[in-house]
């Protein structure tokens, strides 16, 4: 039984007067590819924030490799974020930066690594990533929205992290490119042994991609398990989520 390398307990957050979670709780397996769903303003992303300690919580628990981050010191925090990394909605490339500066952004920063090292690595995550050698040059300017999240991709995977969190990573790609890209995190995962967290409405990443995932919904968990579970499942919030007949 693989172990647990995310737990959130009775989570409950607020917006001023305004309730997003209240009590929510889960646990991410290590080497799980889980989803987080949930309509427009569900609290996907205010979720996600949360456990990367981007955005804090009023109440509840939240431990990421057997830590509670609400509990961690400062240098313990700095420590445990070079575990993970992130790859936002819209990948958040630096314009100024060439493809393979971006890519070498965090080994430049979090290391004391030669620079022809750092470019070996860079230019090795790139082309795990799918991303042609021709681009390696080329600024954010000149990148199709799909050769972006590959170099955004490249960029999360430099440090080799356990855990890879995705917001809505097939947002603004088109079917093809979109499937073509969850083929790409589906392999990822199996080879670098990674666990992912994906915030994600796209159909074709709930069928083919997750392992599990939950549903929020008004405020608290609807669902949490396996496709196979969801489609058992009468509630119309649930079915209509996943165009379920």
């Not at 971006?102 to 620079?115: A, F, G, H, M």
Request: proline share 2%; glycine share 6%; net charge positive.
């Amino acid at each position: 039984m693989s172990k647990t390398i995310i737990k959130i307990e009775n989570i409950v957050t607020k917006f001023g007067k305004k309730t997003i979670h209240d009590k929510i709780s889960l646990e991410i397996k290590e080497g799980e590819i889980y989803g987080i769903l949930g309509g427009s303003g569900s609290g996907k992303t205010t979720l996600l924030r949360e456990i990367i300690m981007l955005q804090k919580f009023k109440s509840g628990k939240i431990e990421v490799l057997g830590e509670d981050i609400k509990k961690a010191s400062n240098d313990r925090i700095v420590e445990l974020r070079k575990n993970w990394s992130v790859l936002f909605q819209f990948g958040a490339l630096y314009s100024s930066l060439n493809v393979l500066e971006n890519v070498s952004i965090p080994l430049v920063e979090y290391t004391n690594l030669p620079k022809e090292l750092i470019e070996d690595i860079a230019l090795s995550k790139l082309k795990m990533s799918g991303l042609k050698k021709e681009a390696t040059y080329l600024f954010p300017s000149e990148l199709s929205g799909g050769m972006k999240k590959r170099v955004a991709l490249a960029r999360a995977l430099a440090m080799d992290p356990k855990i890879l969190f995705l917001d809505e990573p097939t947002s603004g790609l088109d079917p093809v490119g979109a499937e073509n890209f969850d083929r790409l995190i589906k392999e990822l995962a199996a080879l670098l042994k990674l666990t992912v967290v994906i915030v994600t409405h796209d159909l074709h990443t709930i069928e083919h991609v997750l392992d599990r995932f939950c549903i929020l919904f008004d405020k608290k968990i609807l669902f949490n398990g396996t496709l196979k579970e969801a489609k058992k499942e009468k509630h119309y919030a649930i079915r209509e989520f996943l165009k379920l007949n």
